[in-house]
């Protein structure tokens, strides 16, 4: 990908049900690679990718959440102090989509009132096992300030397109500084299971 000039950081996390495919379309965009049995996700990944949109580079900083109930204790950690967040559900699976609700509203409540919001209906390739209707997520997402796409980390549909708009709707006057609070690093984070990937 295209970079160019000093780039802005940005933290970015993705939340929603284990299985939704969040560690899936983070390495998709960020490794071109997908995986029929992925390992789910211990404690959080962190990855990193750097866009190149109009004028501007944004590195985003990424952190990939687990799922599992068990983890959710841990998510403050990760979205405090994001810009962006996107907030993944499975199409096939009604439940995620309740669970991706949940965060949306945990979100607002503690979150950054500027938070960039996206919802990503995931497996898009499994429409015929569709639960979700799109129409129904973009109505709720419209509601509510998210940006909707449906994704498929699988066949790759729309996923460098979701972070595209994510940067593209960043506010502009980010400045550039070191991320506070935790010690970020382009290898693997403890607690995760999972490669960490690249700058
Ligand atoms: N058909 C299809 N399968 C997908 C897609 N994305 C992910 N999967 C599969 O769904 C399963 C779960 O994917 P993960 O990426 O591990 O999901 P996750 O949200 O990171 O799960 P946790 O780490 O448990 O929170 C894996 O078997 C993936 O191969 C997709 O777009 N299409």
């Avoid at 049900?17 to 962190?46: C, H, N, P, W, Y």
Wanted: hydrophobic share 40%; aromatic share 10%.
């Amino acid at each position: 990908m295209a970079t160019s000039g000093t780039p802005m950081q940005a933290k970015l996390v993705l939340l929603g049900d284990m299985g939704a495919g969040k560690s899936s379309l983070v390495l998709r965009f960020v490794k071109g690679q997908f995986f029929d049995f992925q390992e789910s996700t211990i404690g959080a990944a962190f990855f990193s990718q750097t866009v190149a949109v109009n004028d501007i580079t944004v590195k985003f900083e990424i952190w990939d959440t687990a799922g599992q109930e068990r983890y959710h204790s841990l998510a403050p950690m990760y979205y405090r102090g994001a810009v962006a967040a996107i907030i993944v559900y499975d199409i096939t699976n009604s439940d995620s989509f309740t669970r991706a609700k949940k965060w949306v509203q945990e979100l607002q409540a503690q979150g950054s009132s500027k938070l960039v919001m996206a919802l990503a209906g995931n497996k898009s390739d499994l429409a015929s096992k569709r639960k979700v209707e799109a129409e129904e997520a973009q109505k709720y997402a419209e509601a509510n300030g998210l940006f909707f796409m449906e994704t498929s980390a699988k066949s790759a549909q729309n996923v460098n397109e979701l972070f595209y708009e994510i940067a593209r709707k960043l506010p502009r006057a980010q400045p550039v500084q070191p991320s506070g609070g935790m010690v970020l690093t382009d290898g693997t984070v403890a607690g995760t299971n999972k490669s960490s990937c690249c700058s």
